[in-house]
C-alpha cells in the first residue's frame, strides 16, 4: 500500500488545489445554508472543512525558517478552528459556531497573504 502512496504522491499533488477549492466553496455554501437552518447545511460545511483542512495539512513546510513555520502552524490552526467550527453547528443548535468561523477566517486570510511575502524573502 505505501508503495502504491508513494508512486502516486505527484498525481496526488495535482488535485490539491482542486480539492482545496472544492472544499472552500463547500464550507461557504454550508455557512450560508446555516443561516437557514436546514438540517443538512453542517454537514456540507464540515465535508468542505475537512476537504480543505486535508490539503492544509498535507502541504506541509520542510524549510528551517522559524517565521515560515509559525505560519504553516497559524494557518493548520485555522483549518482545524474549520472542523471545529462545524462540530459546533452540529453540537450546538445555536451561534456559538460563528466565533470559531471568524477566528479560523482570520488566521487564513493573515497566513494567505504572509506566506507568499515570507516565500518571495526566502527566494532573494
Known amino acids: 500500500m505505501f508503495m502504491f502512496l508513494k508512486k502516486n504522491w505527484k498525481k496526488m499533488n495535482k488535485w490539491y488545489p482542486v480539492v482545496s477549492a472544492v472544499g472552500a466553496v463547500l ?3 454550508g ?3 446555516q443561516i437557514t437552518r436546514l438540517p443538512w447545511a453542517p454537514y456540507v460545511y464540515l465535508a468542505g472543512a475537512v476537504m480543505f483542512a486535508y490539503v492544509q495539512v498535507a502541504c506541509g513546510y520542510k524549510g528551517r525558517d ?3 513555520r509559525r505560519l504553516r502552524n497559524q494557518q493548520i490552526a485555522g483549518a482545524a478552528l ?7 453547528m452540529l453540537l450546538w443548535k ?5 466565533v470559531f468561523l471568524t477566528i479560523a477566517a482570520v488566521l487564513e486570510l493573515y497566513t494567505a497573504f504572509r506566506i507568499p511575502q515570507e516565500e518571495k524573502k526566502e527566494r532573494k
Open 27 to 29: 464550507v461557504l455554501i
Open 94 to 98: 445555536r451561534n456559538e459556531w460563528i
Open 31 to 33: 455557512a450560508v445554508i
Open 66 to 68: 522559524f517565521v515560515m
Open 82 to 88: 474549520l472542523i471545529v467550527s462545524g462540530a459546533a
